[in-house]
């Protein structure tokens, strides 16, 4: 018989379940500020201080084969596949329960590390995933009861949240894990809703002290305010990012069949170096802002657009898109939302260098909010969308993201065979 006081169906004491979240949501913001930090650094290192890539273009591509190998070696020697399923929806994880242990994170570090500093075209969010997940499953596996059932489901969640929050230095993403228990058909009861709420608060709170900022952070290269002009071009270039992302897709599908067949019949080493070779040739082609994940190439395009005209964006825009694509069906980790954010920022500026008259901050808007909607599902959309927007283009980011699930739901109506989803 339980004593009195206890909580129900062998729940955890309510002090457990408050200090396992605050255990998640630090170590997911401490997590990733690290992470980024030595990825950064590690990049900036490598690339421009010792091998001299941002003045010597043509280095990119010896630098990206000795990065795909040296992924190789980390994968083998930890006993991991070089080819994982390829997938461009930031939460396609978010189901996969599996045992936690501090060696497996480790593991999982590194290997993100490797993979970005190896040059992959791709952000840390989906680096970090996979050891977000095993992190809560190890936290739940501290309790002294069986490690597997719903408590560890919702710990697994919270983690995966406060990871989002971090990242996207916003506290709205917190909510994130309850809705992917509605959507799995699960109760929300209040119990289950303390953990996720109270990680990603946590997270949220120290991210900000250490960044020094109160919301958000700088993903949009433009902060001026939204007007009714606006409106209008933010929702049509929210349907054209559909096209953008199940463009994606396609090229990731196409990109996953070379990769697979050169994984089988090659050398392990051999494949890796023509992995990085491609990556390396498209970096040499694009020039330096199509590097890595896009965080500094969106804010370095937009500086820079003056020098391109329409047709020069566009091609950088393909370039990033392939890139991003090779990325993902090579096996590199990581993940697509900052990749977007530059395909957003490049589609809107050859509109706009296209059709001056057009408001910039309408297409612009507009073009990031769809892309990163078409990435995920549209609950989970909206949330990241209004992370990722300065308050004065909340109301154009929603509009924009609005376009991209009209365009969705017009896509799959009128060409269901090519209107791939974010799993597929």
């Given at each position: 018989?339980?004593?009195?006081?206890?909580?129900?169906?062998?729940?955890?004491?309510?002090?457990?379940?408050?200090?396992?979240?605050?255990?998640?949501g630090a170590a997911n913001a401490l997590g990733l500020l690290g992470f980024e930090w030595v990825v950064d650094n590690l990049q900036e290192l490598i690339w421009n201080d010792w091998a001299g890539s941002d003045q010597t273009r043509w280095l990119v591509v010896p630098l990206a084969i000795a990065g795909s190998i040296a992924l190789s070696l980390t994968v083998r020697a930890t006993r991991q596949t070089r080819?994982?399923?390829?997938?461009?929806?930031?939460?396609?994880?978010?189901?996969?329960?599996?045992?936690?242990?501090?060696?497996?994170?480790?593991?999982?570090?590194?290997?993100?590390?490797?993979?970005?500093?190896?040059?992959?075209?791709?952000?840390?969010?989906?680096?970090?995933?996979?050891?977000?997940?095993?992190?809560?499953?190890?936290?739940?596996?501290?309790?002294?009861?069986?490690?597997?059932?719903?408590?560890?489901?919702?710990?697994?969640?919270?983690?995966?949240?406060?990871?989002?929050?971090?990242?996207?230095?916003?506290?709205?993403?917190?909510?994130?894990?309850?809705?992917?228990?509605?959507?799995?058909?699960?109760?929300?009861?209040?119990?289950?809703?303390?953990?996720?709420?109270?990680?990603?608060?946590?997270?949220?709170?120290?991210?900000?002290?250490?960044?020094?900022?109160?919301?958000?952070?700088?993903?949009?290269?433009?902060?001026?305010?939204?007007?009714?002009?606006?409106?209008?071009?933010?929702?049509?270039?929210?349907?054209?990012?559909?096209?953008?992302?199940?463009?994606?897709?396609?090229?990731?599908?196409?990109?996953?069949?070379?990769?697979?067949?050169?994984?089988?019949?090659?050398?392990?080493?051999?494949?890796?170096?023509?992995?990085?070779?491609?990556?390396?040739?498209?970096?040499?082609?694009?020039?330096?802002?199509?590097?890595?994940?896009?965080?500094?190439?969106?804010?370095?395009?937009?500086?820079?657009?003056?020098?391109?005209?329409?047709?020069?964006?566009?091609?950088?825009?393909?370039?990033?898109?392939?890139?991003?694509?090779?990325?993902?069906?090579?096996?590199?980790?990581?993940?697509?939302?900052?990749?977007?954010?530059?395909?957003?920022?490049?589609?809107?500026?050859?509109?706009?260098?296209?059709?001056?008259?057009?408001?910039?901050?309408?297409?612009?808007?507009?073009?990031?909010?769809?892309?990163?909607?078409?990435?995920?599902?549209?609950?989970?959309?909206?949330?990241?969308?209004?992370?990722?927007?300065?308050?004065?283009?909340?109301?154009?980011?929603?509009?924009?993201?609005?376009?991209?699930?009209?365009?969705?739901?017009?896509?799959?109506?009128?060409?269901?065979?090519?209107?791939?989803?974010?799993?597929?």
């Amino acid at each position: 018989m339980a004593t009195t006081g206890s909580p129900p169906g062998g729940a955890p004491p309510l002090r457990r379940t408050v200090a396992a979240g605050i255990v998640i949501g630090a170590a997911n913001a401490l997590g990733l500020l690290g992470f980024e930090w030595v990825v950064d650094n590690l990049q900036e290192l490598i690339w421009n201080d010792w091998a001299g890539s941002d003045q010597t273009r043509w280095l990119v591509v010896p630098l990206a084969i000795a990065g795909s190998i040296a992924l190789s070696l980390t994968v083998r020697a930890t006993r991991q596949t070089r080819l994982i399923a390829p997938h461009t929806d930031v939460l396609a994880d978010a189901d996969k329960l599996r045992p936690g242990t501090l060696r497996m994170i480790g593991v999982l570090l590194l290997t993100g590390v490797v993979s970005l500093v190896g040059g992959a075209s791709l952000g840390p969010e989906g680096a970090l995933l996979p050891a977000c997940i095993a992190f809560g499953a190890w936290v739940s596996g501290q309790r002294r009861d069986n490690v597997e059932g719903p408590v560890t489901e919702v710990l697994v969640l919270s983690s995966i949240g406060a990871l989002l929050v971090s990242f996207f230095g916003s506290v709205l993403p917190a909510p994130i894990p309850l809705l992917i228990l509605r959507r799995q058909g699960k109760p929300i009861t209040r119990r289950s809703a303390i953990p996720p709420l109270l990680a990603g608060v946590t997270a949220w709170v120290i991210v900000t002290v250490i960044r020094g900022n109160g919301q958000g952070r700088d993903i949009l290269p433009i902060d001026s305010g939204g007007t009714l002009d606006a409106v209008l071009p933010a929702l049509l270039m929210g349907m054209l990012a559909v096209l953008v992302g199940v463009l994606l897709r396609v090229v990731v599908r196409f990109a996953t069949g070379l990769t697979e067949r050169l994984d089988r019949l090659w050398k392990w080493v051999l494949a890796a170096a023509v992995f990085g070779a491609v990556l390396g040739v498209l970096y040499w082609i694009g020039g330096e802002s199509v590097q890595f994940s896009g965080q500094q190439g969106a804010d370095q395009l937009y500086d820079d657009r003056a020098q391109y005209g329409a047709a020069a964006l566009v091609g950088l825009l393909l370039v990033k898109l392939v890139a991003t694509s090779w990325s993902i069906s090579a096996g590199y980790r990581g993940g697509p939302a900052f990749p977007s954010v530059y395909m957003g920022v490049a589609l809107s500026l050859a509109i706009t260098t296209a059709i001056p008259s057009v408001s910039e901050t309408g297409v612009m808007v507009g073009a990031i909010a769809g892309i990163l909607a078409e990435m995920t599902t549209p609950g989970v959309a909206f949330i990241m969308v209004l992370s990722v927007m300065p308050t004065n283009l909340l109301p154009i980011g929603i509009v924009g993201a609005l376009g991209a699930v009209f365009g969705r739901k017009a896509l799959e109506r009128v060409m269901p065979r090519i209107a791939l989803k974010p799993g597929q």
